[in-house]
């Protein structure tokens, strides 16, 4: 087949011999919670498959425990439980009989959530639920019989090889660091011990499986640990597994615990993949890197510099489905891009919650929210251009409803044009790209510039109007609200408003965060060049100290503004950030000096700043600016007055319900809603 003409790299097929994958981009492993409900499997089987009639070549599923020690989640280790997986295993390969699906062996180790896990020494984990037990001889021994059975179960389910994930600081990665590993006999010591452990279990799973069978080792390339893997203790292992038969070697960055972001939307796109590709120098076997990898082009350039044999895209296969097969057809204008916000997949994930997606509220529902054809297609009017009207009207167009989408502002995206403005959330461009694209595409009547009304829609001729107008920020009832000092977010975020050089922001919920972000922000984001990125966090690239890391430096990031945060709450300000990227941003506030109170009553703002009481005790502070960030009201004049017009009309977004409102909850709102029109 000739060279793909845009992605020459992306599109050529990889021979390991005994298979081949036919093209560079594999479906990385993410946990959705499908695994553990009651009809899982099916709806694993059409999620699955829908990855694979989009053109992956390679899909990795969610990781599966081989035993109950190994954690809570899905575990396969008899024969009945791979009939339960066959379910999957067929649905892709008849879906596309080229796409190989691979199944992930996790062992969680010191982080299983059960007293009974296991671990090289009974050290607890920063972020583990119990002290694991250490295990004996015997034990190692289970733990190693364990894995070669799940792997031979595996080979039973119809899967075409397994990874084995020896990262993150799940069992196997306990045994590679010397912190973890305090053993002094075979098992643990010099690292040719320590690595006694992962070599065996890949030498007993090979000798299981056979020689046809894909075998994936997952290694920490960096741990982001400080006293974790050095360079050389990372080559010895990848040449050793490389010896004992692996495939391919994914490479991994960190271990859950340690405090630098490698996969949040301020991580620069492809920050790791110079890190893959040294070890690739290494050794013979194809490597695969990871992280933030979200678009074609960006995978295509990470290949073409050699830095990969295979780019893993988990997220953004989240996102959509579809990116292989548009980047092939040449539709990347298309691609409804993954933007690392984690709302819906890893916050999801680690709040017990289904993995979805917030730009595709599809993903993880494939089998009960459906955009199928409208055999009544009807004439609707949507009345904003927000997240909530956007994606209200692409839906409802794409199943063939007439739409107009109307927005009082020049261009599309509401709130999403105030976002895209803070640093580290640049990849909401891309959403607003998508949208812009699906418009054009669906022949959306876009009405721009338009503030819509009553008189206005019924002179239309519509038979629906959605009313997606979104919100007014709140403005708090205190005394002094309109003194030149107070300012609104919207002001601030969009440069119309001053801002002093002490500052007190009225409010710590996401917006006050971010635009605490903003005015302590100087020069490039972080997002946007690696080595703002690596000095902001402390990596070490060119070096690679033991983890990679060498420690945060305190006063690397220090504004040259005061900022004081505030809230009426007395709960730690922050609290309601994302569960997965709520440190990354608290962390960041901190080093720059920002101060965070809470337990704040507001009495009055006035020459001298803002008058408080914070826990009883009277507090002035001394600021020259107050911005207010005191939440959100709905905006819902207008379909009050539809409705009392006698129009048929619908709310969503936040002119439905503005508290605790986010993108997530109005696309998911308004695709739901579009699904039913
Ligand atoms: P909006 O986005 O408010 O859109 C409403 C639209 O209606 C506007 O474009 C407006 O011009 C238009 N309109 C109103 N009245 C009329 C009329 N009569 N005629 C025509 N047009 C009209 N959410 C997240 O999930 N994650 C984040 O990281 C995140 N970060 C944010 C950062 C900032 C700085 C801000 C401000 C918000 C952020 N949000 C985030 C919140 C998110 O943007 C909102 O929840 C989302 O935009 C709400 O969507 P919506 O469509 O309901 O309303
Ligand atoms: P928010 O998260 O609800 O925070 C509002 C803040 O204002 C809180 O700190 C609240 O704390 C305070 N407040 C509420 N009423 C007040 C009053 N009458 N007077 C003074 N203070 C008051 O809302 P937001 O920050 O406006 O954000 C809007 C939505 O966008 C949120 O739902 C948020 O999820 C979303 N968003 C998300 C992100 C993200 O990164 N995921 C980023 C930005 C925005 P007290 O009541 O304790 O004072
Ligand atoms: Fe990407 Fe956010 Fe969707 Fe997760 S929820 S897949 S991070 S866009």
């Not at 005394?479 to 409010?507: C, E, F, L, Q, W």
Request: hydrophobic fraction near 45%; proline fraction near 4%; glycine fraction near 10%.
């Amino acid at each position: 087949m000739p060279a793909h003409p845009r992605y020459p790299h992306l599109f050529s097929p990889l021979n390991l011999g005994f298979t081949q994958l036919k093209n560079r981009v594999l479906m990385g492993s993410m946990h959705t919670g499908l695994e553990d409900i009651p009809d899982g499997f099916d709806r694993m089987a059409a999620y699955f498959a829908e990855r694979a009639r989009g053109g992956v070549g390679m899909i990795i599923t969610g990781g599966i425990m081989p035993n109950f020690e190994a954690g809570g989640g899905a575990k396969l280790s008899t024969p009945e439980e791979a009939a339960q997986h066959r379910i999957v295993t067929y649905a892709v390969h008849a879906a596309d009989n080229e796409v190989k699906i691979v199944m992930q062996i996790l062992h969680t180790g010191p982080l299983a959530y059960t007293d009974r896990c296991v671990a090289p020494s009974a050290i607890r984990s920063r972020i583990g639920a119990f002290v694991p037990n250490e295990l004996d001889e015997d034990g190692i021994e289970k733990q190693i019989a364990d894995f070669a059975n799940c792997a031979a179960m595996a080979k039973l389910a119809g899967y075409d090889g397994v990874e084995i994930i020896g990262s993150a600081g799940y069992l196997i990665s306990t045994f590679l660091v010397e912190k973890t590993n305090l053993r002094n006999d075979m098992w643990g010591g010099s690292f040719e011990n320590r690595m006694r452990f992962p070599l065996e279990v890949v030498r007993r799973v090979r000798a299981a499986v056979g020689p046809a069978f894909i075998l994936i080792f997952r290694i920490a390339a960096m741990d982001m640990l400080q006293g974790g893997m050095s360079w050389e203790e990372v080559v010895t292992l990848a040449q050793a597994l490389e010896a004992e038969g692996v495939n391919i070697i994914s490479t991994h960055f960190t271990w859950h615990e340690a405090q630098v972001p490698t996969i949040a939307t301020m991580v620069p796109r492809a920050a790791f993949a110079s890190v893959t590709g040294r070890l690739r120098k290494m050794v013979g076997v194809p490597v695969i890197t990871s992280n933030r990898i979200n678009m074609p082009d960006v995978a295509e350039a990470v290949l073409a510099a050699g830095d990969a044999d295979l780019v893993s895209m988990a997220r953004p296969m989240l996102a959509d489905a579809d990116l292989v097969v548009k980047a092939f057809e040449g539709r990347e204008d298309e691609i409804n891009t993954c933007i690392a916000c984690n709302q819906a997949c890893l916050d999801h994930t680690f709040s017990g919650k289904l993995t979805s997606c917030l730009v595709n509220p599809r993903a993880c529902r494939e089998t009960e929210l459906n955009y199928r054809p409208t055999t009544a297609p009807q004439r609707l009017a949507v009345v904003g251009a927000g997240p909530a009207g956007l994606a209200y009207a692409v839906t409802a167009a794409g199943r063939g409803h007439h739409v107009t989408l109307f927005d009082a502002a020049s261009e599309i995206g509401g709130q999403f044009n105030l976002a895209k403005r803070i640093p580290g959330k640049e990849e909401f461009y891309e959403t607003l790209r998508y949208y812009g694209r699906m418009i054009e595409k669906l022949g959306i009547d876009l009405r721009l510039g338009t503030r819509a009304n009553v008189a206005s829609l019924q002179a239309g001729g519509f038979d629906r109007v959605i009313v997606a107008t979104g919100i007014a920020p709140r403005v708090p009832d205190v005394a002094g609200i309109d003194h030149p000092k107070a300012v609104s977010y919207v002001d601030v975020i969009t440069g119309k408003a001053a801002v002093g050089k002490r500052v007190a922001i009225m409010g710590a919920g996401g917006i006050g965060f971010d635009v605490a972000e903003l005015i302590t922000h100087a020069g490039t984001s972080a997002a946007m060049d690696i080595n703002v990125f690596a000095r902001e966090w402390g990596i070490d690239f060119a070096n690679h100290p033991r983890g990679g890391v060498t420690g945060i430096d305190p006063e690397v990031a220090r504004a040259d503004r005061e900022v004081v945060l505030l809230q009426r709450k007395t709960s730690a300000p922050g609290r309601g950030l994302g569960k997965t990227t709520g440190w990354t941003h608290k962390l960041t506030l901190q080093r720059r000096g920002v101060q965070m109170v809470g337990g704040v009553d507001y009495l009055k703002i006035d020459d001298q700043g803002l008058h408080t009481l914070v826990g009883g005790e009277p507090r002035l502070f001394d600021v020259d600016t107050v911005i207010i960030c005191a939440g959100q009201e709905p905006l819902r004049d207008l379909y009050d007055a539809l409705v009392a017009a006698g129009v048929a009309a619908d709310l969503v977004g936040g002119a439905h319900e503005a508290m605790e409102l986010d993108a997530k909850r109005a696309i998911m709102q308004a695709s739901e809603l579009a699904a039913a029109a």
